[in-house]
């Protein structure tokens, strides 16, 4: 029995150790059964190895909860919900005390303040898709399970999801590139997709190459006179979404933050790197549209 064909960074094992839902796929000296825990930072940065200085892979929200399978030296090493991604996760950020969520931050960023009034110092600066507990309404803001308040224009409930991923997509505009970022403060290519996608509804994985995979119908590579809002243009590790049939939106690192630009110059620009554009994909629910 071996891990053969299982991607590492959606199976949670190691050669000590993996979830005892692999038990019959992988072998290993321990297998866990993992204990669920909650994201209560802003944003928890999770890691491939254990070590601050580990490139970043991805970051968990607030609210997001973690199945941990092991926790050492300040480290948890789980898996997150959301997408299901595996990685060691700074034990601080997380709670074993879970609430439950009722609403999401649908604003591109808020701020929680220890009371309801403005001109109260914030207490922590939450992203889009955060996770809220809410316990009360209270004027223009909403009062949160442990403590806070968030203005209410802010927060949507869950199940409540914005009409056009590309329209929120737009609204990360200018903010910088930040590989692994998944915040309105910094993201990559990916996390612009995966967190507007979201917003609208509709459940994205990580990865680019993840979600070359995953998501939509195949589209000719060779007919850009097709193309129309909404579509994704994939290159080796990288994407980006079509606001109409010829200006492209990404998050990338020759800008260092997220634009627009004609399709032709990202084009362009990645032969001229030796990268090729590998697949365009249109999403089911924008087909007649």
Known sequence: MTSAGLDPRLHPFRPDLAAVALKDRVRAPRYVEGRERQVSAPAAPLRRTPEC????ETEALYGELVTVYEERDGWAWGQLARDGYVGYLPAETLSGEIRDRTHRVAALRTHVF???????????LLSLNAGLAVRAAQGRFLELVGGGYVAAAHAAPLGEHAPDFVAVAERFLGTPYLWGGRTSLGLD?????????EAAGLPAPRDSDMLQAALGEALDTGDLAALRRGDLVFWREHLGVMLDASRLLHANAHHMETVIEPLGDAIAR????????????RLPALGAS
């Open 53 to 56: 200085a580990a490139r970043l």
């Open 114 to 124: 220890p009371e309801p009034a403005v001109k109260a110092p914030p207490l922590r």
């Open 270 to 281: 990645g032969e001229a790197e030796g990268s090729a554009v590998t697949a365009i994909k």
């Open 189 to 197: 290519c990916s996390a612009l997709i995966q967190l507007s996608m």
